[in-house]
Structures are given as structure tokens and as C-alpha cells.
């Protein structure tokens, strides 16, 4: 595939090894002539080793095949974490630096989550879009500040921290987009 064809989350081969693509920067020069160059940063699979890769947008990188089950978040075996295959209820365990920052959007019983395989091997997980977090620490709102949108802090269940709109309180469950980290509704 052409590197302009590449998307954040596809696994191609690079110097005889695979990585996955988690962030593409495209730039394109200014006057005549100028190339369009793409930026990727890769993690290797499996090993999570980063990986900066500057490729002009002709250039070549080879799609590696793997195959995503749809699978469900079980539980945590030390630090390692445990889908479970929604089909055959096969287990793919999938190690804390393998998971990385999308360990703190992982709730109990998670669904909608993809395991992806290389070789009869879970090498990396896709979270859906949003996921319903309960906010465990946020300061109270404060009386007369409706007029304005001022965010908040709060910390989720989970451990990580975002900006929450004034009204969100404790005990709510709020949905936190898996991409950005951010703030993406109340949950019901």
C-alpha cells in the first residue's frame, strides 16, 4: 500500500518487522515541486518499541495480515489483561505495555473491544469509540456558574483524570471517547 493509504491503527512490515501505525503527521511543503512527506510513529508487534518513520507519499509499505476478534474485557491477571473471544470464548492475554494508555479506559466486562492476531498471537487491542466511566473525584459545582463553560477536573474509576463539564458530579457515569481521552457525553 501507498503511504498515503496507511490509517492510524493499520500493522504493516517495516525492515523485516511488524509495527502498527498509532500516529500520522502529513506535511506538505510550500512552493513548487515539494514532495508531500508523511510522518508515522509505529510501535513494533508484538514489543511496543517506538518507531518514527518519515516516508514520502509514493513510498511503499507492505500490509501485514492479521485478523481482529471481536472479544470482551474478562479480568486483570497481575498486570496483564484478559479478553475473552465473544464466539468461542478463547482467552487473549495482553500485557500492561502491550495495552498501554488504553488501560485507562478499560472497565469491567468492557464489550465491543477488538483483540488483533498475528500468528495464533494477541499483539494489540482496539477499544470502542466511547466507553461509560464512573467519575469518582470531582469538585462541586459551583452556584451561579452556569452562564459560563467552565471544565473541571474529576478522576474516573479507572485512575486516569479529564475535563468534565460543571455539572457532572460524583457517582456519574460519564462516556470518554477512547481516542482523544476527552469528555464525550453522560452515560446512561
Sequence with gaps: MKAYD???????EHNNAVYQIRDIERSSPQGRG???KYRFTMYSVPGGVKL??????EDEL??????????????KDGDAFVFLDDEDYTPYTLDADVVGDAAGFIVDELSGCYVQIIDDQPVAVQLPQNVA??????????????????????KLSTGI????????GNGEKVLVNTA???FAGRAD
Design 6 to 12: 496507511v490509517k492510524k491503527g493499520n500493522v504493516v
Design 34 to 36: 515539494g514532495n508531500v
Design 62 to 75: 507492505k500490509e501485514v495480515e492479521l485478523s481482529r476478534r471481536q472479544a470482551t474485557f474478562s479480568y
Design 52 to 57: 518514527d518513520v518519515s516516508m514520502g507519499a
Design 161 to 168: 483524570e479529564i475535563m468534565v463539564p460543571e455539572y457532572i
Design 133 to 154: 466511566i464512573e467519575v469518582i473525584d470531582t469538585p462541586p459545582e459551583l452556584k451561579g456558574g452556569t452562564a459560563t463553560k467552565r471544565p473541571k477536573p474529576a
Design 180 to 182: 482523544t481521552g476527552e
